[in-house]
């Protein structure tokens, strides 16, 4: 089944440079929206604290954010370069949403971010804070953008076919498809959390080293807060991007729960804890199952059913073990982080949170649960929309572009190679300042440009300087 | 309306390919600079002149792509798949250049070296291959349809080599004279010296790509060399020969911004003699813009949101530009 032809390395390609981008600019989201609490905090209580954490921040967020744009550069010429039947025929749908997101979003991100990270000294505090701001901002709507355009490719709304090219009829339908609310909701819950559980990795391993440092018990105990109001936000908007899904893509559901043939009238569905799925053959080997609990979350009814996947013809569903396995590790970490989140109430109504080693050791070791969730859930969901691009509409198959199947294999390896060495790089950089403990003015990225030795020309210079000069 | 739009759009996207070249040309240059600037200390004075305004320069390459995608979906298609390895070759290029300029301030001597080394040749790389697509497209492309159709690669030929070759020299004319404004002292002084060398090479350039250009398609010859298009485009090799003239007394005279402004005015001049040649087509000589445009409903949907934000982002880029270029980047201060 799996040949090397233009078709099966292009889908690799994108998979690996798609997954090897996301985690970034939701780092960056996170991220943006932590130092803009971090520095709104220091600007209103004036605890320098605030200001060595958002510092210590920026440094990592400084890297985060420069992979994010390189590779998401990629993204937009991929479509042409891999997929110029999908572009072609989606363009007009696709294609202005992503120009909004380039004129709304990326362009203030880039406006404002050399302000944000090299800027602290040359602008007033309060416009500083604008930009940290306005980059924040111009990452949430770069997210709503992209997710509109994922979520029409998964519930398409609002066009016609022409000729094969879909044009655009409504673009309130378009932009607000079915899926859409559920599926930024729960990204953006995805984001908030896997920056919550890098920060208070971070803070838990500083604390662990040196239970007075300041700077590591703000992180620790914001990111717990976070922890323990976001998860079960998290769930919440996850069960409704479900059924969502289960009303629109019936097949990825079933897909998700390994849900080969209806069960006996009554019996409900039950959910597969574990199971070897088999595509082949259509069914679970060694699955272990409790009854009805399947019902209560998909249906929120006792003995409720869903179309299961011998309702489909074998040619329209997903490659199911990557769905089934990939749902079970997302579920099984958000449980995890839930966990953590209840726990640290708990502590810190006992007032232990900042004692209790041993639940500081495990908070260290969940550092990267976030972004492994994260993952798992996105390869859940794009692997659940195949064996489409724009769900029943336009196969994968039909959206490939006429070229050489030797230039695909050389791109790929090519990627691979320069993706592995930026990657390894990125985070041998980030342990590294991780390894620093957080101190007492902390400083802020490299390479800051100070402020020249002369005076400035001109009546601007003026103003700024006297800007300055009353700081 | 539906006869203009296409026509705007296409206006639109030649200003964000306008302004990508111009801008990110500068800061792609410093990279190339790399070759010939060895010293430590002055690589860090180059890199943070361009640091805190790269990455807003290279949003002009998305918006470049995004429109193109969004307005001519159809060129977008065939376009992309036609320059497959220059396009994948660019982005990678981007993408080592783009991290190096974190990585090597937060690398060790050693490693440091090598990331320079990324710098440099990942500028090279995406300028050769930006070179390359541009030759490419003038070339020629093969379409079938609404599809690429395959055949020799379009790029693979001294034309485009030649185009790629003039552009590395010409985004290395205007990162030295980005230098010759940003910095002060010796690397000033060199730049300016180097200036006038790549400018002499990439006036020659210049010369010999826009008389072969005129060659390739006979489209192209009738415009250039038959009446009434001469009346149009012999003013383009006369304002070069004039921009020159200003271009040297400025750096004679120890002008420090006006060198970079001249040669943008080079790049603007070369920009408009590519469109008229072009002009109506948006892949010579098979496919005009009005057989490429996507249809009104998505043109004017995003057109209001051009117009609205374009403004926008011109101020507060300009805004973020003279927060860090009102004084210069001294050398051995750029720490905190």
């Known amino acids: 089944m799996w040949t090397l032809d233009a078709y099966h390395l292009a889908r690799a390609q994108f998979a690996f440079t798609v997954g090897f981008h996301i985690v970034f600019p939701t780092f960056s989201i996170g991220l943006a929206a932590y130092l803009a609490v971090l520095e709104g905090l220091w600007l209103r209580t004036g605890r320098q604290v605030y200001m060595d954490v958002y510092q210590y921040w920026l440094k990592i967020f400084a890297i985060v954010f420069g992979i994010g744009v390189v590779t998401g550069l990629v993204m937009s010429y991929e479509f042409g370069t891999n997929w110029s039947e999908f572009a072609y025929r989606t363009g007009p749908i696709l294609g202005p949403l992503l120009g909004y997101e380039t004129l709304t979003a990326f362009f203030m991100e880039a406006g404002f971010l050399g302000i944000m990270l090299f800027g602290i000294n040359r602008v007033d505090k309060r416009l500083h804070f604008a930009a940290t701001c306005l980059v924040t901002l111009g990452t949430h709507i770069s997210a709503a953008w992209i997710l509109a355009s994922n979520s029409w490719m998964q519930t398409p709304a609002g066009y016609k076919i022409v000729n094969g090219v879909f044009e655009p009829v409504s673009w309130l339908h378009i932009i607000f498809n079915p899926s859409y609310p559920f599926r930024f909701a729960h990204m953006m819950g995805a984001a908030y959390l896997s920056v919550a559980f890098a920060v208070g990795a971070i803070g838990a391993f500083h604390l662990l080293r040196d239970r007075g440092n300041q700077a590591a018990r703000v992180m620790f105990s914001m990111a717990m807060w976070m922890a323990a109001c976001a998860t079960p936000f998290q769930i919440v908007a996850g069960d409704a991007l479900g059924l969502n899904s289960l009303q629109y893509q019936p097949q990825k559901v079933a897909a998700m729960e390994g849900d080969w043939a209806a069960p006996e009238p009554g019996a409900g569905e039950p959910v597969v804890l574990f199971g070897v799925p088999d595509q082949q053959h259509r069914v679970n080997h060694d699955e272990v199952t409790i009854p009805h609990v399947g019902s209560l979350y998909l249906t929120h009814s006792w003995s409720g059913t869903i179309r299961p996947l011998d309702a489909f013809p074998p040619a329209d569903i997903p490659d199911v073990p990557v769905l089934f396995y990939g749902f079970r590790i997302m579920v099984g970490l958000g449980l995890l982080m839930f966990a953590i989140g209840v726990v640290s109430l708990w502590l810190r109504w006992r007032g232990q949170l900042y004692d209790a080693r041993w639940f500081q050791r495990i908070v260290v070791a969940t550092g990267p649960a976030g972004f492994c969730a994260l993952l798992a859930g996105w390869v859940v969901t794009e692997a659940g929309r195949q064996p489409y691009t724009v769900y029943g509409l336009l196969r994968t198959a039909q959206s490939v572009s006429p070229v050489l199947t030797s230039d695909v294999a050389l791109s790929l390896g090519a990627f691979a190679v320069i993706y592995s060495i930026v990657l390894a790089a990125a985070l041998l950089f980030l342990l590294r300042l991780f390894a620093k403990a957080p101190v007492s003015h902390e400083a802020g990225p490299p390479h800051v440009p100070q402020r020249a030795a002369g005076i400035m020309p001109g009546p601007a210079g003026a103003i700024l300087n006297s800007a300055e000069g009353t700081r | ?336």
Not at chain 2, 14 to 31: K, N, P, R, S, T
Not at chain 2, 73 to 99: D, E, F, K, Q
Request: proline letters at 6%; aromatic letters at 16%; a neutral charge.
């Open chain 2, 1 to 336: 309306m539906s006869t203009v739009l296409p026509i705007i759009w296409a206006g639109l996207l030649a200003f964000a390919v306008f302004a990508y070249i111009v801008l990110d040309g500068f800061d792609l240059g410093v990279g190339i600079l790399f070759l010939v600037e060895h010293d430590k200390q002055d690589r860090d004075v180059m890199v943070t002149t361009v640091a805190p305004v790269w990455d807003g320069n290279e949003t002009w390459l998305v918006l470049g792509g995004g429109g193109l995608f969004a307005a001519f979906p159809m060129a977008y298609s065939i376009i992309l798949p036609a320059l497959y390895p220059l396009m994948i070759g660019m982005l990678l290029a981007l993408i080592l250049r783009g991290v190096a300029f974190e990585f090597r301030f937060q690398a060790t001597s050693y490693g440091r070296f090598w990331w320079d080394i990324a710098f440099c040749g990942g500028s090279i790389v995406a300028t050769f291959c930006q070179g390359l697509i541009l030759g490419g497209l003038i070339h020629g492309i093969h379409v079938d349809g609404h599809a690429y159709a395959g055949g020799p690669p379009p790029w693979l030929n001294g034309f485009a080599m030649l185009c790629g070759i003039a552009l590395v020299v010409g985004y290395a004319l205007l990162g030295a004279c980005w230098l010759i404004w940003r910095t002060n002292g010796r690397l000033q002084a060199r730049c300016r010296r180097r200036a006038e060398w790549f400018a002499a090479i990439m006036l020659g350039l210049i010369g010999i790509v826009s008389l072969w250009t005129p060659l390739l398609h006979p489209e192209f010859t009738r415009r250039w060399f038959a009446w009434p298009g001469m009346a149009l485009t012999s003013p383009v090799p006369l304002l070069v020969a004039v921009v020159a003239w200003l271009f040297w007394r400025a750096l004679r005279k120890d002008h420090e911004v006006m060198p970079l402004l001249y040669v943008q005015a080079w790049f603007l001049l070369c920009f408009v003699g590519l469109g008229i040649s072009f002009y109506p087509y948006i892949i010579p000589p098979s496919v005009t813009i009005w057989q490429a445009a996507a249809p009104v409903g998505s043109l004017d949907f995003l057109l209001v949101g051009a117009i609205v934000m374009l403004p926008i982002i011109l101020t507060y880029m300009a805004y973020s530009y003279w927060t860090f270029v009102h004084s210069k980047v001294e050398p051995g201060t750029q720490y905190h």
